[in-house]
Structures are given as C-alpha cells and as structure tokens.
C-alpha cells in the first residue's frame, strides 16, 4: 500500500486487527513523486483517487502503476463513475459539483472515459464489474511490454 505517512499508519492497525500483517507491504511516499518498482507487483488497487487528482495527474498515474505491474498483473480501479450519458447516478452529479468546489482539478468522469486511460497506460482487457452500490469497478490487466 502506498500512502501518507499518517494514513499508512491508520491502515496498518485496520490491517492488523484482521490478522493481515503479512499480506501487505507498506510505502510511505506521495503518489505523485514514489518512483514505483517496475514490474514488482501482481495487483494494484486504485480507490477513490482519480476525481481528486485531475486528468493529467490520473493518467500519469495510471502509467506508472501499469509499468508496476508485472505481465499478467491486474490494476483494480474503485472511484465514483458518471453513466456515459451522464445522466447520473445522483450521487456522481452531487459529487462533481463539490469536486468543482473544493479542488483543484477534481471531476467525475466515465467509465468509458477511465477505461481508455487505462487502455493508454497499456493495459488491456478493460472489464466493468458490479461495484458497490451504483458505482462499479475497473478491472485491467497487463498484457506484454509495459
């Protein structure tokens, strides 16, 4: 798991409490700045990052968990999707307005959308699957030569 020194700290006690230790390797670093080990890792999940952190930001993120990955690897992307007419889901539109409010580049985009970025990064295979509630998963995996 990647994340801020304090929030790293936060998920080693939940981990920890569901006798998981052994499970996880923790990296306290910025998303933006860790250099990721290329193909070092069989799964990468992503959850509730890409609204806050812009399209550029998400893009270069998701290229570098794609060279992370090793062949055969699976990226897992959680976040608050738009339908592609956009159309809702309530909760989506709600949340964009307060993406606009309260960052800097924040935004709800589509899983289409989403999925052609991960299909940039290099990964292919792009699935939909049932999420929770009325937002779903993207589920990529890493082919040949990323």
């Not at 799964?43 to 055969?72: D, N, Y």
């Not at 985009?109 to 052609?116: G, K, L």
């Not at 993207?138 to 990323?146: H, N, R, S, T, Y």
């Given at each position: 798991?990647?994340?801020?020194?304090?929030?790293?700290?936060?998920?080693?006690?939940?981990?920890?409490?569901?006798?998981?230790?052994?499970?996880?390797?923790?990296?306290?670093?910025?998303?933006?700045?860790?250099?990721?080990?290329?193909?070092?890792?069989?799964?990468?999940?992503?959850?509730?990052?890409?609204?806050?952190?812009?399209?550029?930001?998400?893009?270069?993120?998701?290229?570098?968990?794609?060279?992370?990955?090793?062949?055969?690897?699976?990226?897992?992307?959680?976040?608050?999707?738009?339908?592609?007419?956009?159309?809702g889901p309530a909760a989506a539109l709600t949340l964009d307005l307060s993406m606009l409010v309260n960052t800097a580049q924040g935004h709800i985009?589509?899983?289409?959308?989403?999925?052609?970025w991960l299909k940039d990064s290099g990964l292919s295979e792009v699935r939909r699957l049932d999420g929770v509630g009325p937002f779903p998963v993207?589920?990529?995996?890493?082919?040949?030569?990323?």
């Open positions: 798991a990647v994340d801020l020194p304090r929030v790293a700290e936060q998920g080693r006690q939940q981990v920890a409490e569901l006798a998981m230790s052994d499970r996880y390797t923790w990296l306290e670093a910025d998303m933006d700045t860790i250099a990721y080990p290329a193909h070092s890792y069989d799964l990468v999940i992503l959850a509730h990052v890409c609204r806050f952190i812009g399209e550029e930001r998400a893009r270069a993120l998701l290229g570098k968990l794609a060279k992370s990955l090793r062949t055969g690897g699976t990226l897992i992307l959680a976040d608050v999707f738009f339908a592609n007419d956009r159309s985009w589509t899983c289409d959308e989403v999925s052609a993207l589920v990529a995996q890493k082919g040949e030569d990323v």
